[in-house]
């Protein structure tokens, strides 16, 4: 919706701020702008976040960044705003950003859900800050390889999210332990999301060359040990390939521990997923 089409709105019926959420929802539009606002009701641009306080201390709008505002469903009021899923895609437009839904929160989407997430972890081409909005907290990672990994298309209530892929969310959680909570944790996601269906292992050998070798290997070692996964020799043989100096299985501990000779990993604490 642009503001052209709000001022032909307009023409047909002018509406009142009051009823701007209502407008919105039963229009099926998921956002407007502030200037898309001041167009709609006819009013200077600074008047409006005055006019949306009513709607605001009811909990029917909401503010995803300066000069964006979101209606809020009636099931959601107690919320304070739609699910994250819900807002991401028309908040990442509105700051010109790429982006894929990854971690834990992509984990989950694809079936993993030993642990509910308490964050929406959000890959981003460019450095955003973390957002609280109503009661999710969006958490953004700057990556620069987020062009080349695969993603895939999630339905939300407001159309298709860009998500990490399964063979992408597998060696993210691997690359990034402390995203997800710890080795432990990493290991019941990665179980989980073999669980839920069978990895594409050519689909991981190709991503497996925009990681580090730590991670390749941490995600082959973990899904030999803890899964039924077979045919892992060319991940083995990718991870060798690009570095020869031995990986920590836990980057977050200390450097001490045995050798494991075939994935150059040195077994620095003990596994052990709460499956």
């Known amino acids: 919706m642009n503001i052209s ?10 509406i009142k701020a009051t009823e701007l959420a209502l407008w919105l929802l039963s229009r099926g539009i998921p956002s407007i702008t502030t200037d898309e606002i001041a167009a709609l009701l006819a009013i200077p641009k ?3 976040p005055q006019r949306l ?9 909401v503010s995803l960044a300066k000069g964006l505002w979101a209606p809020v469903p009636p099931e959601y009021i107690t919320w304070g705003a739609p699910p994250a899923i819900d807002i991401i895609d028309v908040l990442m437009s509105y700051l010109s950003a790429d982006y894929y839904v990854g971690w834990l929160s992509a984990s989950q989407l694809h079936g993993a859900s030993h642990h509910a997430p308490q964050v929406f972890q959000v890959a981003t081409s460019r450095a955003i800050r973390t957002k609280k909005i109503g009661r999710s907290v969006l958490r953004f990672y700057h990556r620069e390889h987020i062009h080349l990994v695969e993603t895939v298309k999630k339905e939300s209530r407001n159309g298709a999210v860009s998500v990490s892929s399964r063979e ?16 432990d944790n990493a290991a019941n996601l990665i179980i989980e999301l073999c669980e839920a269906s069978d990895p594409n292992l050519r ?23 803890f899964t039924d996964v077979s045919g892992l020799e060319q991940l083995k043989s990718s991870s060798d390939t690009q570095s020869v100096t031995t990986s920590l299985l836990d980057p977050q501990s200390a450097n001490v521990g045995t050798v494991d000779k075939r994935w150059r990993l040195k077994i620095n604490r003990e596994v052990s997923p709460d499956l």
């Open 168 to 183: 992408t969310t597998m060696l993210d959680v691997a690359s990034d332990i402390k995203y997800v909570g710890g080795i």
């Open 46 to 48: 600074n008047h409006v």
């Open 53 to 61: 306080i009513p709607l605001k201390k009811r909990g029917e709008i």
């Open 203 to 225: 689909a991981i050998n190709a991503l497996s060359k925009h990681y580090p070798a730590s991670a390749v290997r941490r995600l082959g070692y973990l899904m030999e040990r």
């Open 5 to 14: 089409e709000i001022n032909h709105q307009s023409q047909i019926k002018r």
